[in-house]
């Protein structure tokens, strides 16, 4: 039972700071937007089950990406509050991580809807 509660008590927390991306992050919002129009978008075109899964990993990759780099800039601002060259070489790597995923998506995007756009015209 103690282990049950513990694991409802992680699961809170997980759920917290879900909240607190979103809430926070400009660009978690924007990633939201973005996830809701292309599963929209996908059930609207009728994506196979290989599709659904290669969107959802997409769409988890982004934001797995962008949690973890506002993980980082919350602990290193707790840290060093004041500029540091290295914290802002870290901050900038995290950042190229989302961007990286980003870009990923859009790749992924363009090979699932592009040909069905390309047909529909």
Do not use: M, Y
């Given at each position: 039972m103690k282990l049950?509660?513990?694991r409802y008590r992680s699961f809170g927390h997980a759920l917290r700071g879900l909240s607190t991306l979103v809430r926070t992050q400009h660009n978690?919002?924007?990633?939201?937007v973005a996830a809701?129009?292309?599963v929209t978008a996908g059930w609207f075109v009728e994506l196979g089950s290989s599709?659904?899964?290669?969107?959802?990993l997409t769409i988890t990759l982004v934001f797995l990406a962008e949690a973890v780099n506002t993980a980082l800039e919350f602990l290193a601002d707790a840290v060093m509050?004041?500029?540091?060259?290295?914290?802002?070489?870290a901050k900038?790597?995290?950042?190229?991580?989302v961007l990286l995923a980003a870009i990923a998506s859009v790749v992924v995007g363009i090979l699932l809807f592009g040909p069905r756009i390309a047909q529909a015209n």
């Open positions: 049950l509660r513990e978690a919002r924007i990633h939201l809701a129009s292309v599709e659904w899964v290669l969107l959802t509050p004041i500029q540091h060259p290295l914290i802002g070489k900038n790597v995290a950042a190229a991580g």
